[in-house]
């Protein structure tokens, strides 16, 4: 039987044992099941853990490298409970959070205030509110409207100024192997840095705008430039284009800004052979192209920081499902594909419907010798996008009741997660060490019909 098992893309923990079934940090796949139930996510905590302090170190030591600090902040939309909350930071990563609700549960983990970070386009006032109740150490603005809104909520309530960076568009989106730089942005997020006409840019505006207000302090400048990037070119551009309006704007105010984040979207492997971008060597990188470009500029480098969400999270889960109805479909005269359906689908994992995402599965309950076939696992849902993996080999005699991993789904598949027709969002469940321990428990239709106000 042909399998990917142990290697990328499955965490560190993930191994077969002597009769071929999946075994996640001492626990095997078939007492998982039985103790959780299917669909259901696994962290591999200590392969997170390994993942967030590696970031962490290969960033500090490739940033001390060149004579500058840098935090790295978890990017908590990747996924976000009260335990990964904790792990992360006990990893010595701080947190990022784009709503109300990502806060409240890392407020509820203990993270201090200070070491949180809230973005997002269209912020409530509640959620500024929030922010600046919990001393939040930086609050991304994301427009002139927001801008002016957050300083009249701290002129309401008093107080020290808000700590404010602003989100800039940089020009350069990134994404898979390759970068494209335009000279404009036709999307929600950020500031432009690109001026149209005589006047300042949006982001330079933006900038100055924060200055003149003393209800907020300047903190710095956040480019954030796509996900899953496996070429480290797109951040040294970017990184690039946002140290030299630092400059530009010290010229112009005397204000040389402290902070510089660069964003998250470091690329992971999704299939067996992928590559995932290496922290130590994208740190270093990264390192020599802001002191390089900070060096022409003739400015001193600034406190930077990253927000990794999917390289953190990403390759420590996986989702195990059961086999349902296994159906061959003739797709032309050569080919034949047998269609696998899971207990799941769309609507644990949005990826592959949303962005075409790719994955990999294995039939991990049992060992089987039966030749290979191309199959595709589907859901069960009313939808024939529903597929949660397009294209897989498979052993021929898969069949219902077995037991089938999907590898490396810790990153925004819980987090996207939905009730499309109806069906209760899996549990998050954590192993380490031959223990599981639920950090999000399965919903119930009782959870379903209790909003239901009739
Ligand atoms: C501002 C910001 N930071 C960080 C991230 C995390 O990206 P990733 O999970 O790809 O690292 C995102 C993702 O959309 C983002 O929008």
């Given amino acids: 039987m042909s399998t990917s098992i142990p290697g990328e893309p499955w965490s560190t923990g993930v191994a077969r044992d002597d009769e071929g079934a999946l ?3 001492g626990v095997p796949a078939a007492r998982l099941a039985a103790e959780v139930g299917t669909p259901a996510y696994v962290l591999d905590e200590a392969d997170l853990r390994a993942r967030a302090a590696g970031y962490r170190r290969a960033f500090a030591a490739a940033f001390a490298e060149v004579g500058a600090g840098v935090d790295v ?14 792990w992360v930071h006990d990893e010595g990563l ?18 201090p205030g200070a070491d949180l970070g809230l973005h997002g386009n269209n912020k409530s006032d509640d959620e500024l509110a929030l922010a600046l109740e919990h001393g939040v150490g930086r609050i991304i603005v994301d427009s002139l409207v927001e801008i002016e809104r957050l300083a009249a909520l701290v002129r309401a309530r008093g107080g020290a100024p808000a700590p404010v960076m602003v989100r800039v568009t940089t020009g350069v989106h990134a994404g898979g192997h390759e970068y494209i730089s335009t000279a404009h942005e036709d999307q929600k997020f950020g500031l432009s840095v690109a001026a149209h006409g005589d006047g300042d840019s949006p982001a330079m505006t933006a900038l100055l705008a924060v200055l003149s207000h003393p209800e907020l302090h300047l ?11 496996l070429d480290p070119s797109g951040f040294e551009v970017a990184a690039r ?3 030299a309006l630092r400059a530009a704007l010290a010229e112009r105010t005397g204000v040389l800004v402290d902070e510089v984040d660069l964003g998250g979207g470091y690329g992971i492997a999704y299939l067996p052979g992928d590559v995932a971008l290496d922290p130590d060597r994208i740190a270093k990188d990264v390192a020599a192209s802001v002191a390089a470009a900070a060096a022409e500029l003739g400015t001193p480098l600034p406190r930077f920081s990253i927000e990794p969400g999917r390289a953190i999270v990403g390759p420590a889960g996986l989702t195990l499902y059961t086999v349902g109805t296994v159906k061959p479909v003739r797709v032309d005269d050569e080919t034949e594909r047998l269609y696998v359906s899971v207990d799941g689908g769309m609507s644990d994992n949005i990826r592959p419907a949303l962005y075409g995402a790719r994955y990999h599965a294995e039939v991990v309950g049992r060992l089987s010798s039966a030749p290979s076939v191309l199959a595709r696992v589907v859901g069960k849902h009313c939808e024939s996008g529903d597929v949660v993996v397009h294209e897989v080999q498979l052993p021929g005699d898969v069949r219902a009741g077995d037991l089938l991993a999907v590898a490396a789904t810790g990153a925004y598949g819980r ?7 109806l069906l209760t969002r899996p549990p998050v469940v954590a192993v380490r060490g ?17 909003l239901d106000q009739g």
Avoid: C, P, W
């Fill in 23 to 25: 075994v996640v940090a």
């Fill in 73 to 86: 902040y978890y990017a908590g939309k990747a996924f976000l409970s009260v335990a990964v909350a904790r």
């Fill in 94 to 111: 701080r947190v990022d959070t784009a709503s109300g609700g990502e806060l409240a549960v890392a407020l509820r983990a203990g993270v």
């Fill in 219 to 229: 903190l710095g400048i956040h480019s954030h430039i796509g996900s899953q990037i």
């Fill in 241 to 243: 284009v946002v140290l």
């Fill in 415 to 421: 987090s996207m997660a939905s009730n499309y027709n």
């Fill in 434 to 450: 031959g223990e599981v321990r639920t950090l999000l428990r399965r919903e119930t239709v009782d959870d379903l019909l209790a």
